[in-house]
């Protein structure tokens, strides 16, 4: 008795968490897994960002004197190096107060087109922070990392003996016995990224919260220098004065192997050329490697090296390449997208089996059945929604392209939710209440 009592506390946690926080739940997990192959669906989408891998790279500096003829009267805020050798790097270039992401053939130099916003950049916001400012988005996101590891072990002690179902799927007996039983089956061959993906989630939120020094060990702050030379006129933007091949030339002496792939520009001479990169280390993201130089003698400020990494640096450092799957090129995130996509199915075929099944109470109080959270999501819904379309036009001045498509996307969203809360709700209600009545 006291068994079956706690083995229904750990499934009504379960069923908690994915019913009563579903929409919220979906749209994190489903855009953290749409984020894993972002740049890809850049490629797929942007024709400009694409390229073809001929022969050695060009300098540095004919691709920002490229740069600076498309873009006169602007400056460099920000280098992204190419993320796969089928895309261009990408150069945030401001002007005034509007910011365009310009690609460049790292193999020609030659600039091939910009965009305002692309799909990397919108699906890393909407999982990042929900478009939601002043942190309450981080920490709406990073809440659902507890939220997630705990629907995982409730589930994983209430379903005795699941390593055992690994290849068991029921297709007879009717659609609610396959739903349950196709949950299942994806819920445990899902555990392994299920607690990868809550673990790394809880580390973004110790990093965030700074608990224990974590966040100041990780992220050092960057060396500071006093500029002693004459000062330099306002109306020459620095950013595209200074020599980037001497500059990655430097940085690849202080770390052997080094790839550079982010730089920081400075924005005066008295600021420090950032750069940031690959080594022979695996798994680690860029920052890992770190080189401060002066912008004017390129001296040596800081170095920060990969290979010589304290352990909570280092844990700092992987946590992104293994929460998204970059450590091993297309191949991993592939992978890491066909698990993510299973997970955000479970919070569906969670609904799906919730209104399925038998209902045993009345029809009102299973009208009832998600009360107040069902207004809770979709207001949060709304929050992000209303801060979304601010920044997408006001920070990132969106195409009238871009805002149709995302709007599309998410009448799509608003239409599915609809039809499994809504219709789909009404349908189980009617026919409970039928059934109720024909008894009496």
């Known amino acids: 008795m006291v068994r079956q009592m706690k083995k229904k506390i750990l ?105 305002t916003i692309t799909f990397q950049r919108f699906f890393r916001d909407l999982h990042y922070y929900l478009f939601i400012p002043f942190q309450y988005g981080h920490f709406t996101v990073l809440v659902f990392a507890f939220l997630l590891l705990i629907s995982c072990l409730t589930a994983l002690l209430f379903y005795k003996k699941w390593y055992r179902k690994l290849f068991e799927l029921k297709t007879k007996n009717g659609s609610l016995v396959f739903f349950r039983s196709l949950h299942r089956l994806v819920g445990v061959w899902s555990v392994p990224f299920t607690l990868l ?63 550079v792939k982010d730089i920081v520009p400075p924005a005066g001479p008295d600021e420090v050329i950032y750069l940031t990169g690959t080594s022979d280390v695996p798994l680690v993201r860029n920052r890992a490697n770190r080189v ?14 990969a290979k010589d990494l304290n352990t909570i640096t280092y844990l700092n450092d992987i946590a992104d390449p293994i929460h998204f799957g970059t450590w091993g090129g297309l191949l991993t995130k592939f992978i890491w997208f066909i698990f993510g996509l299973g997970i955000s199915s479970l919070v569906l075929s969670g609904i799906w089996i919730s209104l399925k099944r038998k209902v045993k109470t009345l029809a009102k109080q299973q009208k009832q059945r998600m009360g107040i959270w069902k207004y809770i999501n979709w207001l949060i819904f709304l929050i992000l929604i209303i801060f979304m379309y601010n920044m997408l036009i006001s920070t990132y001045h969106a195409s009238v392209l871009a805002l149709a498509t995302i709007t599309g996307g998410w009448m799509i969203f608003i239409a599915a939710a609809w039809y499994l809360f809504g219709y789909k709700l009404k349908k189980v209600v009617d026919k409970e209440m039928l059934n109720k009545n024909q008894s009496c």
């Not at 224990?212 to 004459?230: L, M």
């Not at 020459?236 to 770390?255: H, M, P, R």
């Not at 003698?297 to 920060?304: D, I, N, R």
């Open 11 to 115: 499934f009504d946690i379960h069923s908690w968490i994915g019913i009563k926080l579903s929409i919220l739940f979906f749209i994190v997990c489903f855009s953290g897994t749409l984020a894993t192959l972002s740049h890809e669906m850049d490629w797929l989408f942007i024709p400009d960002i694409r390229v073809s891998e001929t022969g050695e790279k060009v300098s540095k500096n004919l691709m920002v004197k490229n740069l600076q003829s498309v873009y006169p009267d602007s400056k460099l805020e920000f280098w992204q190096g190419a993320q796969e050798n089928y895309l261009c790097d990408i150069v945030f270039v401001k002007k005034g107060e509007r910011q365009v992401y310009a690609f460049v053939n790292p193999y020609t130099g030659a600039v091939q087109g910009h965009a």
């Open 292 to 305: 401060y130089l002066d912008p004017l003698t390129y001296k040596v400020l800081g170095v920060q090296r």
């Open 197 to 259: 993906f809550s673990v790394t989630g809880i580390w973004y939120f110790i990093e965030r919260t700074n608990i224990a020094n974590v966040s100041d060990i990780a992220n050092p702050r960057q060396p500071k220098f006093e500029y002693s030379g004459q000062p330099i006129s306002s109306e020459i933007d620095f950013s595209f004065s200074v020599d980037y091949s001497l500059a990655e030339t430097v940085a690849k002496t202080e770390i052997p192997g080094l790839q």
